[in-house]
């Protein structure tokens, strides 16, 4: 993806309140499906990972679930996560 558009996309998230959340379970079936779902009808979805997993299992996990989701992962800051899936 260019850079241009990640930024605007990354720009367009910031007011984007999380609307995904990943427990202390991690990634589920269920949670991949509306993943999936949110992003056929918004295409920029912010996903929250809880407080108990570790920094760098939450890097992980956000890969993960990009992948499982066939969505770009545009950007991770602290707990929260940026999808985006063009059509």
């Keep these: 993806m260019e850079k241009k558009k990640?930024?605007?996309l990354r720009a367009d998230a910031m007011s984007l309140s999380p609307t995904v959340?990943?427990?202390k379970k991690g990634i589920t079936k269920?949670?991949?499906e509306?993943?999936?779902?949110q992003l056929?009808?918004?295409?920029?979805v912010k996903?929250?990972?809880?407080?108990?997993?570790?920094?760098?299992?939450?890097?992980e996990l956000a890969q993960q679930?990009?992948?499982s989701t066939d969505a770009?992962?545009?950007e991770t800051r602290g707990m929260t996560a940026v999808y985006f899936k063009g059509r």
């Design 6 to 8: 990640t930024y605007r």
């Design 21 to 23: 959340q990943v427990g």
């Design 30 to 32: 269920t949670i991949v």
């Design 34 to 37: 509306e993943l999936r779902g």
């Design 40 to 44: 056929k009808k918004m295409r920029l």
């Design 47 to 59: 996903v929250k990972f809880s407080k108990s997993a570790i920094r760098s299992e939450r890097a």
């Design 65 to 67: 679930l990009a992948r």
């Design 72 to 74: 770009e992962l545009i």
